[in-house]
């Protein structure tokens, strides 16, 4: 049988120590702050940004709200990333997507001072992840990475398989698998070689965005499955990327969706940013 993965009890541990490093900071006189930027009313990123004020909260880090019309140009939003980037009470600085059409993201996102990056996604964090510098890492890249951690599966030597190749999830988990001296293989759509790479793999990260894509054929006795996906299906329910019934009696240890990987990208951006705020005003 398969040891199930919780990702809503390893997050909850992430958030107390954040927490509790954050009750310290504040006995010091620093208030970590993280502020939110959302552009228009998209359903679910208002969920997202509620989520992420409710972290805060819990975590006793400030969050800010700044919520800009639909119809805002892009230098309208850039103005208001310049005067986040500005302000000394303002250690993170996150600008929730989608983004209109009307606006470019990667501009956007290149205009947040690195220093203030809690997502992790500029160019010079990413680059530093490649190199093996210090810097921001993308919360959920980190959050699988803490998963596999706490749950004490080892990774050195271990052939990794990641399916996907986004520069949000599968390149920069494959890097940090890399760090930890896992043998790791990146495939894609164009992956010819894929049912053979995919039972080959000790652990199996999915982030395609196709559900139940992976059975439980496909995968080796014994491996470990990170399912990344969150596929909502016409009767409403969720599924990840990965078969999950299929594949539990298969594994050794697997992630459910939801309950997984989901609940990790907030508490590793709570971690990111009371690291910011160490880091800019410690």
Known sequence: MAKIIDGRAISAQIKEEVKQEAKALAARGIKACLAVVQVGDHPAS???????????????????????PESCGQEDLLRQIRDLNARE?????????PLPRQIDADAVIEAID????????????LGRLLIGQDGFLPCTPAGILELLKRSHIPLEGKECLVLG??????KPVALLMLREHATVTIAHSRTANLPELMRRADILIAAIGRADFVKGADLKEGAVVIDVGINRMEDGSLHGDVDYEDAFDRVSAITPVPGGVGPMTIAMLMKNCLRAARARRS
């Open 165 to 170: 190749r986004s520069n949000i999830v599968g």
């Open 114 to 125: 690195p220093a203030k990056d809690v997502d992790g996604f500029l160019p010079e964090n």
């Open 46 to 68: 208002s969920v997202y940004v509620r989520n992420k004020h409710r972290a805060c909260a819990a975590c006793g880090i400030k969050s800010l709200e700044f919520h800009l």
């Open 89 to 97: 009470d303002v250690d993170g600085i996150l600008v929730q997507l």
